[in-house]
């Protein structure tokens, strides 16, 4: 039983051209073992996956996999933002593409309102 399975359905995407695929609540798993890969927590507090592809392993941060299978490529100039503040909550629903200004915008407001943002305790 997968963590998906356990957990309620999953929806499960092909990242772009590899034998990766990954969910709507993400989770990136390989595609012809079914295996879910391990992710790790990056230094910016980001979740990030290694992909072996074409013979070399690339970390490859989780929000922008699930953004790109399941929203659109990277527009031009964008940047995702975590609409909860919570860089490890890499859920579709989550997610959004949004220009760098609006990014910052949101944060400050954020951090007026006195959220207190995880990350920072990296």
């Known amino acids: 039983m997968t963590i998906c399975e356990s957990i309620g359905n999953c ?14 609540t993400g989770l990136v798993r390989n ?11 990056g230094r910016d507090g980001y ?27 990277r527009p031009a100039r964008m940047v995702c933002d975590h609409k909860d503040f ?10 959004e593409w949004v220009t760098p200004r609006e990014n910052t915008r949101r944060a400050a407001n954020a ?6 943002f995880e990350w920072w305790k990296i």
């Open 86 to 95: 919570d860089r490890t909550n890499n859920k579709v629903t989550n997610l």
């Open 47 to 73: 979740m990030t996956v290694g992909l072996r592809i074409l013979g070399k392993t690339k970390s490859i941060k989780v929000h922008i996999l699930v953004l790109e299978a399941f929203i659109c490529s």
């Open 111 to 116: 951090y007026r309102i006195g959220r207190i």
């Open 11 to 24: 929806i499960w995407k092909q990242v772009g051209e590899t034998r990766y695929e990954v969910s709507d």
């Open 31 to 41: 595609a012809w073992t079914k295996r879910i890969l391990k992710q790790y927590k």
